[in-house]
């Protein structure tokens, strides 16, 4: 910390937000400031345990995302009576969440998220009267129902109770809310998804994904026509989904992955839509043809269902694509040749926006602090928080042998396609090359035939390139030693001849594995010299007359036809004799001779 600040008394506002100051958490300048009414030191370093004193003019006070240590007060309330902004998220709070919180008259703004806070729910946060209108109690390990005993709660407008161990079914006393977001996801709720859900029309987005929620999808969600964020993905849902949702103009970003459903998905006929995920569902038919030139559509997931038929060119529309998954399906036919234009828009669509905002900066007051620096301490301007302000909005996507989740600003600047475990067949086009911004390219376990396109060279960005189990032919392009970028690289168990690319740059980094199973390719890091390799042709090759082969053909032949005369002399000279008597006598005289002969010539020698 700044050395002459421990000689200022009279501070008000102090704002060292992301500044990276370490050490422990200087109470002291709480304790030699007591008229601060804002005090913003998020975003730093700060570690040990914090010394909740009594400020009575404090109204603002962040803390977050420091290693802050400790419990809080169960008196926290009665410390900081006029608070209305309280953030303490991501730092290494443990203990009970305190009720006196309920208690708090002006508090607006509470987030604690990113903790080990454990207990229940203290019923006083929604108390009736009360300002909270966000609660923010995410990532930490709460329990329990989720007020449980309250019949209506009418302050929240935003509320994020994601990460914890809450039981039980989703409230209904959250009905009569005029919430704008609601984030349930990754508890353990339980029971069918609620129709009611419905009747909250001021919903902008709702995620209840990562449960034990059960049945179909209500129609009466047709009825939330501001809604632009659904996620209901990781739950047992079931049947189809309503052809109503066709209607909703404003939806942006649909998950529904890592469930039960089934049908089409026609109704997604929506120009504005940014991002579809239904992967890992028993979707059927084949891909929809809605996508046009009007399409924002940046990411579309539908890896795990079981879509037929072929990649349809219309898909070929979307420019502004970003990840396209459409792995682990039966689809069949040859990849488009116009899908080398997806992705020729990639900057021109903002596709998430943030999932945090910060209470305590100045652009959220329209440029003004929270409290006019005078001796009044009145407050000038009120908290308003945006009318867009949704749940996470990313989305997963698998690259290197592992799936990922890009969410936020990350997500502007990964791009991939994954068209792998299909039927597809044909030759990879050489218009793929025209992808040159994308990082991840799958098209391993289908039937592609041809040899790998030299234009993979213009893809300098790419990191994960998977050809793998094809029937892929020829030689490895050379140009491919320019993809200096790449981190995995297979063209595994393919038909490729010749030599493996010399081993520079990111191509000395791969192992066998990324070549094995290619019987006629040879050179390192394969245990196949190249100067003993034996070329085994993968087609039936013209007849060859070497010199070799031919007299191996001659010798056959003549061992055939010298066999067969001698078999027609025997017979004929049988036959004159049978014939012939004069012969036949003539023909033994002559053996009778020839016999004597021998017994002469054998006795001669014997003597």
Known sequence: MPSFL?????????????????????????????????????????????????????????????????????????????????KMSNNMLEGLLPSSFGGMKDLQCLDLSGNKLTGDLPIGLARKGSKLNFLRLSNNMLKGEIFPVLTNINNFAYLFLDGNNFSGPIPQALSTALLFSLDLSYNNLSGNLPVWLGDISSLDSLALSGNHLRGHIPPDFCRLEGLQVLDLSENNLVGTIPSCFSALRALRRVYLSKNMLQGEFNVFSNSHLLMLDLGDNNFSGSIPKWLDETSELTALLLKGNRLQGTIPPQLCHASYLRMLDLSHNNISGPIPHCLGNIMQNPWDTDVYYSPSFGYGDFEMFGGNTLIDVDDSFETTSTISFPNSFGAWVGVEFTTKYNTYSYEGSILSYMFGVDLSCNQLSGEIPNELGNLTVIHALNLSHNHLTGTIPSEFSNLQNIESLDISYNNLTGRLPTQLLKLTALEVFSVAHNNLTGMTPQRTAQFATFDESSYEGNPVLCGPPLHISCTEAKEIPTYLPAPDFSEDDASFLDMEWFCISFLVAYANVVVAVVVVLCVNPSWRNVWFYYIESFMYSCYDYFNSKSS
């Open 6 to 86: 421990q000689y200022q008394h009279h501070l008000r506002i102090l704002c060292l937000s992301k500044c990276n100051i370490g050490g422990n958490f200087p109470n002291w300048l709480l304790e030699n400031n007591p008229r601060l009414g804002e005090v913003y030191l998020d975003g730093n370093a700060f570690n040990g345990s914090l010394e909740f004193l009594f400020l009575p003019n404090l109204k603002a006070f962040d803390i977050s995302s420091n290693k802050i240590q400790g419990q809080l007060p169960p008196n926290i309330g009665s410390i900081y009576p006029k608070l209305m902004i309280f």
